[in-house]
């Protein structure tokens, strides 16, 4: 039976034939990841492999159809059911899973469309719960108004149990109707909150680079990169050593073409961000419903995910120092990283945030707002942490550092001199400022943090959400009555250090106390 045919019955049923595509693509990434292991073998042998070209396209073709054929055995052993109550899969080729996931168990609802998706109006639905990542359902290739029917029944029965002793029968059964019979009704009543333009995505390119990340995989390929390019620039004409020659310029024409050299590679990464920025978060906006946000964006592979919003354990606004110039915030809201199999992993950390790019600080606290009503985070004042932190950074980073230039620098002149002075009064000055940035604050229901080196960030979360409070005191700092208080949230942990040992108690004292009393559920 075709998946895009309804499932208002019991029967299980098979995928389209596209999810064929879906499945030989995701092997594909799967591998590229693996495959950036195994770049320092390839660079060493890069030479080698070049004057190989019918070899490379032989095993590139090789590979491309093992995958393919690795996709046709997914379909083949991946079939699911949706019940009234239910979503049940089976799947894997030589490891066999069987998921059943009831629907008021389901937490977060995301879709999302790749391009090759969009030609054929499929979608992609991923359905996961707060418990464990192996039981996260996705069902690879839906027609996109059956994916959107499934993900109103699941919000709305998600609601509805969240909210069955607020609400009498005769609603609920009404509401039950209204789903079964297709009707949108509050989940998908939305509002929109913000949206982000092109100027907004083009600014966040820019001030949040993470094109180094590629720069650093490419690395290996440096020489070889630097010999095409030099060929392929002398091909035209351009003669490169006379252009970086000491001898037939003028020192400061030659200063001149480096400066422009930098500023042209500048000027390439600085785009290639722009365009990722753009590909990721293409007509941004960020909805709210009753209950949840929602998130779409996407120029070639269009995404929606929905957040809970009693979800929502932590708010971060994150400052690079190019958005402190602008004014610009990346806010995002944090939730349980239970349900990934590997919380340090940057690609589940990221689906586990629900990120707002590019904002001002005016909008970032609206939607703080909007979220967490009761917070203040544009009204607190904050405590700074001691100044024996600066004495830590000191001996732990600066004199270490200071100690090994001695070592290695000939000091039979005065230039290595200036060196180590210049090296040690830049990290003393990165140490005050890390100190500086340091700052937290308490207004008895939510705790602020402010930290960062030439950044600054600020995370805020209510304290009814806390799942440990921690007093942490070393040799150190206990002769000087200071410690450290450690706050776990569902969402991770967070440190302030260098505190008055008797604040540090009383605030863990105060966060137990609001435990005991308030029975509010952190999820």
């Known amino acids: 039976m075709d998946s895009a045919q309804k499932f208002e019955n019991d029967d299980w049923q098979k995928l389209s034939l596209i999810s064929i595509a879906y499945f030989t693509a995701s092997s594909i990434f799967k591998f590229a990841n693996n495959f950036l292991y195994m770049l320092p073998i390839i660079a060493l042998n890069f030479s080698k492999i070049k004057e190989q070209p019918l070899i490379i396209l032989a095993v590139a073709l090789a590979i491309f159809v093992i995958f ?34 009831p629907f008021e168990r389901i937490q977060n609802v995301k879709l999302s469309q790749p391009l090759y998706y969009r030609i054929s109006n499929y979608s992609c639905i991923e359905l996961d719960t707060a418990g464990s990542a192996k039981q996260e359902a996705k069902i690879v290739a839906l027609k996109t ?17 969240h909210s069955t002793e607020s609400t009498s029968t005769d609603e609920n059964h009404a509401d039950n109707n209204g789903i079964k019979n297709g009707i949108k009704s509050g ?8 949206r982000r333009s092109i100027k907004d995505l083009i600014i966040h390119g820019i001030t949040n680079n993470r094109i180094w990340i590629f720069l650093g995989a490419l690395a290996p390929f440096y020489n070889s990169i630097s010999d095409g390019l030099s060929q392929a620039v002398e091909s035209i004409g351009f003669d490169i050593e006379a ?40 007509k941004y906006t960020l909805s709210k419903t009753k209950d949840r946000y929602i998130r779409r964006s996407g120029l070639l592979t269009k995404h929606e995910v929905s957040m809970k919003l009693s979800r929502i354990q ?53 939607l703080m707002k909007d979220a967490m009503p009761r917070q203040s985070l544009g009204d607190q004042t904050f405590k700074s942490i001691s100044k024996r ?13 200071t100690g090994l230039l001695f070592a290695i620098l000939p000091l039979d002149e005065i230039a290595p001199y200036f060196i180590i002075a210049a090296v040690s009064s830049l990290l003393t000055g990165l140490v005050v400022l890390r100190w500086k940035r340091w700052g937290y604050s308490f207004d008895g229901e939510h705790i602020y943090i402010r930290k960062g080196l030439l950044g600054v960030d600020y995370y805020c979360f209510p304290i009814y959400k806390t799942q440990q409070a921690q ?40 966060i137990l106390d609001l435990l005991v009393t308030d029975k509010r559920s952190w999820m």
């Open 389 to 401: 932190f600066i004495l830590r950074g000191v001996l732990l980073i600066v004199l270490p550092i």
């Open 471 to 510: 007093f942490k005191q070393s040799i150190f700092t206990r002769p000087h009555h200071l410690a450290g208080l450690i706050v776990v949230l569902a969402s991770g942990s967070h440190k302030i250090p260098y505190m008055p040992a008797d604040e540090v108690r009383s605030v863990v004292n105060s």
């Open 145 to 161: 108004s059956q994916a959107e029917q499934l993900r109103i029944r699941v919000l709305e029965t998600a609601r509805e149990t």
């Open 187 to 194: 989940i998908t009543d939305e509002v929109v909150l913000n």
């Open 314 to 366: 932590l708010m971060v606004q994150a400052q690079d120092w190019l958005d402190v110039l602008l004014g610009r915030v990346n806010l995002s809201f944090e939730q349980n990283k239970s349900g990934t199999s590997n919380p340090n992993n940057r690609g589940e950390h990221m689906a586990n945030k629900l990120l707002v790019p590019s904002v001002t600080v005016v909008e970032s606290l609206a």
């Open 68 to 101: 393919t054929f690795i996709g046709l055995l997914n379909y083949l052993f991946y079939k699911f059911r949706v019940t009234d109550e239910r979503i049940e899969i089976k799947q894997g080729i030589f490891k066999k899973s069987h998921i059943d996931l």
């Open 243 to 282: 252009y970086f020659s000491l001898e037939t310029q003028a020192w400061w024409e030659f200063g001149l073409h480096v400066l422009s050299l930098a500023m042209l590679i500048m000027l390439v990464i600085v785009l290639l961000s722009v365009v990722g920025a753009i590909l990721m978060f293409y």
